[in-house]
């Protein structure tokens, strides 16, 4: 079992979900001539990156990475889309996705797992902790409509759609649940901002919670890969055997 990794640029990498995924990932680099592939392996994770989700142009393997995440989430390959690849996982399915209202989010913020959580297959031991959960952000675009029969599971002060699923395996965060506090460092080095070293030490300090509180979704997406694998693999059998 293997998972396809779509990297949007070299600062914007897995992370800790490089440590936690416990499955082989092929990574893909678009911003060094690899091509997206028309399908993913046995799962799939788009990550973040400074591009807007509709800049086609500036980033041309935009439309390309949309239409691998369309066809996974046709295909229920279980799939997590960070932050832009979440953005893009929502234009790609029908959602909208514009600039955001209220301003960059940056830093840590506290979200509130939604009802719909506590049976979600990733995010049920989240929803089952008391109080709100630490993540770290770095955006300013947001998905202000949700594709059609999306389930909403997480949400935050700043902006309300921070996490949902769309079919039975695609998840979609606007978080970055694959943030190391270094990561986070080159982001605010990169953009110049002034509250950077605020920030920058704010996320090391929650480094600890932050840890605590993603690492079981992303041994739960392993998990559901492995299943759907599984299943895969039955449903093969029984087709040879008819």
């Known amino acids: 079992m293997r998972i396809t990794v779509i990297e949007h ?21 678009p911003y060094r001539g690899e091509p997206v592939p028309e399908a993913a392996a046995d799962g799939l ?3 973040g990156g400074e591009a807007a989700a509709w800049e086609d142009e500036r980033w041309p393997w935009l439309p390309a990475t949309r239409e691998l995440l ?6 229920a390959t279980p799939t997590l889309a960070v932050c832009l690849g979440a953005q893009l996982l929502t234009l790609a399915c029908g959602g909208t996705v514009e600039r955001g209202g209220n301003g960059l989010e940056a830093g840590v913020s ?38 059609d029969g999306a ?26 649940p694959e943030a190391t506090p270094d990561i986070f460092a080159s982001w605010t080095a990169a953009t110049g901002l ?7 030490e704010q996320v090391r300090a929650a480094a600890p919670a932050l ?7 992303a041994e739960a997406f392993t998990a559901t890969i492995r299943a759907a694998a599984r299943q895969r693999a039955g449903d093969l059998r029984t087709s040879d055997r008819g």
Request: glycine share 8%.
């Open 9 to 29: 640029e070299a600062d914007a990498g897995l992370g800790y979900l490089g440590r936690w995924l416990e499955l082989p990932c092929d990574v893909v680099r």
């Open 45 to 47: 994770v788009v990550l």
């Open 70 to 75: 369309r066809r996974s989430v046709a295909d």
């Open 110 to 147: 506290e979200l509130t797992a939604l009802p719909q959580a506590a049976s979600d297959p990733l995010f049920a031991g989240i929803a089952a902790r008391p109080g709100p959960v630490p993540a770290v952000q770095y955006h300013g675009d947001a998905m202000t409509r949700l594709p």
């Open 151 to 176: 389930v909403p599971l997480m949400t935050g002060a700043q902006y309300p759609n921070q996490a949902y699923r769309l079919g039975p395996a695609a998840w979609a965060v606007q978080f970055h």
């Open 194 to 200: 002034e509250s950077a070293g605020r920030l920058d």
């Open 211 to 217: 840890e605590w509180a993603w690492r079981p979704l």
